[in-house]
């Protein structure tokens, strides 16, 4: 009666390390013969085709890992990648455009989280950039950005990129301050003058 599947499997437990020589020797014996050779290949084409996910996680592990990232960089370096590059420009590029897309799809929460970290960020800078507190009466709490002065680039929905770029057009206010256009329009000269 021929061997279950479960019996074989047993076997090959049992016998791990003999059958791992064995097949080692044989290998190395009959390497270069073409027969073998080819059955070698349609065996690792198999194994490919039955588990993409195992091959894409052990890339992914070797990826990396130091040899896997040095292995990337010398690629990177390589007159081979140049040359794929210019030969494939136009199409490297719709791919790089598509691939970022995606990526910036599947990690939208990631993204997100960046760019609010960046506004953030852009806010204080823009703050520390006008003084830090209250240009009228000096609270150094709800402060807001007041134009003085309306050009192309400064009136966007981000107004700590527009401070960032023409600080000159704006003034740092309090809440309070900001509400009450008479306390400093009329000194808004004065102010700038003071100011710079
Ligand atoms: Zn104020």
């Known amino acids: 009666m021929p061997w279950t599947k479960e019996q074989y499997h047993k076997y090959y437990e049992q016998n791990k390390e003999r059958l791992k020589t064995q097949a080692r020797e044989y290998h190395l014996l009959h390497k270069d013969d073409p027969h073998v050779k080819e059955l070698r290949r349609e065996s690792i084409r198999r194994y490919r085709q039955r588990h993409p996910d195992r091959i894409k ?18 690629y990177r370096e390589s007159e081979k990648y140049k040359q794929w590059l210019t030969q494939n420009l136009e199409k490297n590029r719709e791919k790089h455009v598509k691939a970022t897309r995606e990526w910036r799809y599947r990690n939208r929460e990631r993204v997100r989280g960046d760019n609010r970290e960046r506004r953030e960020r ?45 600080p000159d057009t704006f003034l740092l206010l309090c809440q309070e301050c900001h509400l009450h256009p008479e306390k400093w329009l009329k000194e808004l000269i004065d102010i700038k003058a003071k100011l710079r």
């Open 57 to 74: 996680e052990t890339q992914r592990k070797y990826y990396h890992t130091e040899k896997g990232k040095a292995t990337i960089k010398k």
């Open 122 to 166: 852009r806010i204080v800078e823009a703050i520390n950039l006008l003084g830090g507190k209250c240009q009228l009466c000096g609270k150094t709490e709800n402060l807001e950005f007041c134009h003085i002065s309306y050009t192309q680039k400064n009136q966007v929905s981000d107004l700590a990129w527009a401070v960032l770029r023409e």
